[in-house]
T-cell receptor
């Protein structure tokens, strides 16, 4: 499968625990995005990378959230001291700029449940 | 920042009829407008997109139109089929920065 992959697909954790998710983009894609999606809503932008540089982070994003893309390939999203409100689907997408646009392809998501 | 509105939130059509979903955006610098289809429990899938230098694009039964002056774009699905039933999201971005998605339209195609 040469698409975007995410791991794990599901994560159940207790409030206050830390969790880390991984995203592997399509290999030649230099941009990687993280989104959060709750039921009945569209994906909400969290942050994005161009290669290893984190270029933008949502102003709505809590300091408990951090993301890395150390070698410009896979990325990790960590949530510290999880809260019940963090329960959501976390989507990763990657893109390659072509003709001045970035066509995004999404991964299957990691569904987080915080008890 | 960019704000994207989408209407209607739900849409039911008879099989074979057309469906139209409309989105408006606020940032005149936005230059790329993709549409995604998301089936229950699955990832969003890109179905069509349009760049700001184009007014209309068509791919078989799906078309997208863009009015830059009014800052709105629409998805048109003709000859709808039951498998078109899903949630559709529009999005807008300025050169790949901070994609902003609309809240979605749940389309139901009734047999």
């Amino acid at each position: 499968d040469t698409g975007v992959s995410q791991d794990p697909r599901h994560k159940i954790t207790k409030r206050g625990q830390n969790v880390t998710f991984r995203c592997d983009p399509i290999s030649e894609h230099n941009r990687l995005y993280w989104y959060r999606q709750t039921l009945g809503q569209g994906p909400e932008f969290l942050t994005y990378f161009q290669n290893e540089a984190q270029l933008e982070k949502s102003r709505l994003l809590s300091d408990r959230f951090s993301a890395e893309r150390p070698k410009g390939s896979f990325s990790t999203l960590e949530i510290q001291r999880t809260e019940q409100g963090d329960s959501a689907m976390y989507l990763c997408a990657s893109s390659l700029r072509s003709g001045g646009v970035d066509t995004q392809y999404f991964g299957p998501g990691t569904r987080l449940t915080v008890l | 920042g960019e704000n994207v509105e989408q209407h209607p939130s739900t849409l039911s059509v008879q099989e074979g009829d057309s469906a139209v979903i409309k989105c408006t955006y606020s940032d005149s610098a936005s230059n790329y407008f993709p549409w995604y289809k998301q089936e229950l429990g699955k990832r969003p899938q890109l179905i069509i997109d349009i760049r700001s230098n184009v007014g209309e694009k068509k791919d078989q039964r799906i078309a997208v139109t863009l009015n830059k002056t009014a800052k709105h774009f629409s998805l048109h699905i003709t000859e709808t089929q039951p498998e078109d039933s899903a949630v559709y999201f529009c999005a807008a971005t300025n050169y790949g920065q901070n994609f902003v998605f609309g809240p979605g339209t749940r389309l139901s195609v009734l047999p």
